[in-house]
């Protein structure tokens, strides 16, 4: 368990619910600034984990389980497995293939779902209004994502290195990869399948970066 994860699977699970980490904390009762990303790290520069005591109450706040938060830090899921959603909670997203991301009617200027061409995908409860499914076609992502899986994008949800997102280039090109750096200037992205190459963009050659929540594998 790394202490980057714990601290991302907090953003993640604040995001999850429509809060800011900072919104996280007070739902819990704590301090407003507890996890704020000056509180991660001592003066030293040494690593700040969160304390049992303030996970307890987040998880409390939250009603999400202890399986569910393990799932998040380890980075195999990140909706709440069991539990918090029910039948009559279970939401509709548009769906599209993979290969038809890149063309031209399914998203705004944003990022976000726009059109009439998208079809529906049932989905335990999730915050982001905006979350968007996609189905994978071809071999291009295997063995992570395999053709036919269905994964969740939440355009809400905090990205960090390491984590898998879905990337469309200006240029129209959509794939799915997994974040290596992300600065100032760049985006350098790992391919899922060792057969592929990585990418490299300039920030500029990119429209948008979308985290991948969950998949049906």
Avoid: C
Avoid at 54 to 75: C, R
Avoid at 153 to 163: E, F, H, L, M, Y
């Amino acid at each position: 368990m790394k202490h980057d994860d714990v601290w991302r699977a907090l953003d993640t699970l604040a995001a999850e619910y429509g809060l800011s980490p900072s919104g996280l904390a007070k739902r819990a009762g704590l301090d407003p600034t507890t996890f704020n990303p000056s509180k991660r790290r001592m003066p030293d520069g040494r690593a700040r984990w969160p304390s049992t005591e303030s996970l307890a109450k987040v998880l409390d706040a939250t009603g999400a389980t202890l399986d569910a938060f393990t799932a998040l830090v380890t980075g195999a899921r990140a909706l709440p497995a069991g539990g918090r959603a029910t039948p009559a909670a279970a939401r509709r997203v548009p769906l599209i293939g993979f290969a038809q991301a890149g063309g031209d009617g399914f998203f705004d200027d944003g990022g976000y779902p726009v059109g009439g061409g998208w079809d529906e995908v049932a989905l335990p409860e999730i915050a982001d209004p905006n979350a968007y499914a996609l189905e994978i076609s071809g071999e291009s992502m295997e063995p992570v994502f395999r053709d036919g899986d269905v994964v969740i994008v939440s355009p809400a949800a905090p990205i960090r290195r390491g984590d898998r997102v879905v990337v469309r280039s200006i240029e129209g090109e959509v794939m799915a990869k997994q974040l290596a750096r992300r600065s100032a200037r760049r985006v350098e992205l790992r391919s899922l399948n060792p057969a592929h190459p990585d990418r490299s963009f300039d920030l500029g050659e990119v429209s948008w970066v979308h985290r991948i929540v969950w998949a049906s594998q």
